[in-house]
T-cell receptor, first 112, second 111 residues
Framework: DVKVTQSSRYLVKRTGEKVFLECVQD?????MFWYRQDPGLGLRLIYF???????EKGDIPEGYSVSREKKERFSLILESASTNQTSMYLCASSWTVNTEAFFGQGTRLTVV | GEDVEQSLFLSVREGDSSVINCTYTDSSSTYLYWYKQEPGAGLQLLTYIFSNMDMKQDQRLTVLLNKKDKHLSLRIADTQTGDSAIYFC???????????FGQGTTLQVKP
């Protein structure tokens, strides 16, 4: 079974902190994605990556950056956390374009 | 531009059919997808349809695609309480690799 693992289910951070959300997949997938999920807004794409060291902005990249040093790991970085970044963050991976995306369980981040 | 729209909520009685609708804007998507999210879980692919098809049936699920109107629907026959979840439609516009989701439709199934 494909497994996408997010490092934390719940996180509480203070405003201004640098926050790292980690995601690891075990199926050698090319593509990896970071979304945030908010009620009534669905999933909004923050960043995605189609290869090691490659990244593309999604629809809401402001306030975020990403890192993909190894194929299996895709990190989302909040440079200076703010309260409007309180959300559920979902990581996903897929073999390539047009193939099924597999999701992690999500990280619920609260910024206080 | 890329935009996927869904209504937010649908309530049905157990045993009835459910129809969840979606509109999208990018006609170049090769596939259109339906994902399901159960409470406290990540999303799982439920079904998908290739863009040159009008209909796809998979057990209790029927997907209808109207390319002219850019309208996608998911019909669940004999809806069960276990079908209660959030359903998302999704597309990859222009094969960009950007997997774009709608707002999600919360399906409530009443006994």
């Amino acid at each position: 079974d494909v497994k996408v693992t997010q490092s934390s289910r719940y996180l509480v951070k203070r405003t201004g902190e640098k926050v790292f959300l980690e995601c690891v997949q075990d199926m050698d997938h090319e593509n990896m994605f970071w979304y945030r999920q908010d009620p009534g807004l669905g999933l909004r794409l923050i960043y995605f990556s189609y290869d090691v060291k490659m990244k593309e902005k999604g629809d809401i990249p402001e306030g975020y950056s990403v890192s993909r040093e190894k194929k299996e790991r895709f990190s989302l970085i909040l440079e200076s956390a703010s309260t409007n970044q309180t959300s559920m963050y979902l990581c996903a991976s897929s073999w390539t374009v047009n193939t099924e995306a597999f999701f992690g369980q999500g990280t619920r981040l609260t910024v206080v | 531009g890329e935009d996927v729209e869904q209504s937010l909520f649908l309530s049905v009685r157990e045993g009835d059919s459910s129809v969840i609708n979606c509109t999208y804007t990018d006609s170049s998507s090769t596939y259109l997808y339906w994902y399901k999210q159960e409470p406290g879980a990540g999303l799982q692919l439920l079904t998908y349809i290739f863009s040159n098809m009008d209909m796809k049936q998979d057990q209790r699920l029927t997907v209808l695609l109207n390319k002219k109107d850019k309208h996608l629907s998911l019909r669940i026959a004999d809806t069960q309480t276990g079908d209660s979840a959030i359903y998302f439609c999704a597309e990859i516009p222009g094969n960009t690799g950007k997997l774009i989701f709608g707002q999600g439709t919360t399906l409530q199934v009443k006994p």
